[in-house]
């Protein structure tokens, strides 16, 4: 099972980045135990009458230490070699220094158990474990050659070159202490090895939990969110394929989905025809919230949890027996789901290759359905906002067109057939009455323009912005007479998109509203930035508003005043508007929107 535990590491890689932060802190950790180990010494000189070597070793810990953290300061990534190279360097010091200092109890002893905190701390109980036997081995080596007289021999080798002589403390490598130290630091691995697997195994399974939240985008539908969570957990877990059965409360009607592994890569998920044996094999009815269904043995295996995570002692369901005549698996996990009290079912993977013990693996299997089921509870939501919204506007439209466009042309049909039959008699009038039919004509024919704009999807971002407000005014400006001109004050934009859009709306929307309403000669529209705020301005020589003067956002919202489309888009960007009335000389809109800002529901 430990083994097994130790393969969680490989469903959440540590990052690069991560894994230099992580050596940047063991090297700080390093040089700081070394230099405590200093001060220790400085403190209590009694106990510190170490041989020359030892102050000799210690400097050259140090300095190693100090070597290490500029290295990982210049150097922008942490090779593995590099991290066995160091790793090595701190397995090698404490066994070494041990040679010229007395008693377990000596402070040298920390370096033993930073070496096996780092192993931990770096990768998880196996490597932990063995860099404790890399030392034992060490210190029994070191037993061996003062065994041998290998410190009579170096003594002797010294003194030829005036060097001091080396004092070791043999005792402490008699086989009954070098025993006890021994499983001292083996006892010790394991437990920190232990600590550090449970650690992160904790951190994988948020890790992994992270990255499936991220696969839920509004974007790819309810389909392409469920293809890329399913598809990412096929692929975790290696299973040959999986299958999500679902039924809406509701209406009680069933869908089933299934994706295959093809070669290790998912296939598209497949909406299957539901038949009526379907509720009975997958959405049968069980205590159970997680389940395994395996072959040991020779034999069946079954696992169950409830809704708490509580295991269920129970024997194998029979209704099994009907998944079993339609699938062909060794082994499979189920997990069921409820969104909202809506929807309700299950989701199967056979034949997956589980890490773990298999009631933790389904409790990890639970807690993930927990959190993610509610982000693609929303995808679903908001998607069904969105047609329901687009049936509203196609709606509105439908409205404008009958109330406004039919039945003007209706009126123009009827106002021909009478000036046909009065050709002859009043050719006059027959004249003027052309005239103000084409002029109606003209009319509905840009306000059909103006519900085919409303209706188009913009695709403007902040590279697009400055070009499609130019495009806007010019053809406002041809298509109504109306003389307009854009003014940009910025060269560059940078703006979220769903900002872009909006904005682009509310021109656009501006532009209506001089058309329709203000009789303008001239239309100016002006983008500027100021103080850490995006402006723009529509100002025209119209007939202006029905107030005098100039009212803020605060003031037009609590007297209702000022276009109620605009003031809706603004609250979307947390933008104001402001504006400016002179009745019988023109007008003056205001927006600002504050930059580095995301929209309302970015």
Known sequence: MLRKRSLW?????????????????????????????????????????????????????????????????????????????????????????????????????????????????????????GTAVAAVILLWAESLAIHLHFVEWANHLLGRFNLPPVTVHGADFEPHSLFMRSIYLIILSLLLGYLSEQQKQLRAEKAVIARILARV???????????????????????????????????????????????????????????????????????ADAAYLGRQHGGLVYYALDCEGDTIRDTVPAVLDNLAKKHTFDCLTAVSFELAHEWWGRVFMLDP????????????????????????????????????AGAVERARFARELHDGAVQSLIAVEMQLDVLKRQADSRPQAVSRELGRIQGLL?????????????????????????????????????????????VSEVGEVDMPQQTCRELARIVQEGLVNVRKHSQAKHVLVRLSSHDNRWQVVIEDDGRGFPFSGRLSHVELETGRKGPVVIKERLRLIAGELTIESNPGRGSRLEINIPQNREVAYG
């Not at 013990?357 to 993610?372: G, K, N, P, S």
């Not at 188009?456 to 109504?480: M, P």
């Open 9 to 129: 590491r490989a469903r959440a890689p540590i990052s690069s980045g991560e894994i230099r932060r992580i050596e940047r802190w063991l090297a700080t950790a390093r040089v700081a135990l070394a230099l405590a180990l200093l001060v220790a010494i400085w403190i209590d000189p009694e106990r510190g009458k170490y041989s020359l070597w030892a102050y000799g070793l210690l400097g050259f810990y140090i300095s190693q230490g100090f070597f290490t953290m500029l290295l990982l300061r210049v150097r922008q990534r942490s090779t593995l070699a590099f991290r066995l190279l160091v790793h090595s360097g701190d397995i090698v010091w404490p066994a070494l220094i041990s040679l010229f200092v007395a008693g377990q109890a000596e402070p040298f002893l920390l370096f033993f158990v930073f070496v096996l905190a780092a192993a931990a701390y770096r990768w998880g109980l196996w490597e932990t474990v």
């Open 217 to 287: 985008r509004v974007e790819a539908g309810l389909s392409g969110t469920l293809q890329e969570i399913i598809g990412d957990l096929l692929s975790m877990y290696g299973a040959r394929n999986a299958l999500v059965a679902s039924q809406e409360i509701k209406s009680q009607h069933v869908f089933l989905g299934e994706v295959h592994s093809v070669k290790g890569a998912p296939t598209l998920l497949q909406w299957l025809e539901p038949e009526f044996t379907d509720r009975q094999t997958y959405l049968y009815e069980s205590n």
């Open 442 to 486: 003209r009319e509905e024919v840009l306000k059909l323009r103006e519900l085919m704009q409303q209706m188009k999807s913009l695709d403007v971002d902040a590279r697009k912005l400055l070009g499609f407000f130019h495009d806007t005014v010019e053809r406002f400006q041809r298509e109504t007479g109306i003389a307009a001109r854009f």
């Open 353 to 388: 290759k589980l890490t773990g013990d298999i009631e933790d693996e389904l409790r990890f299997l639970q807690e993930l359905v927990r959190q993610v089921g509610p982000a693609v509870y929303n995808v679903y939501l908001i998607r069904r906002l969105r047609m329901r």
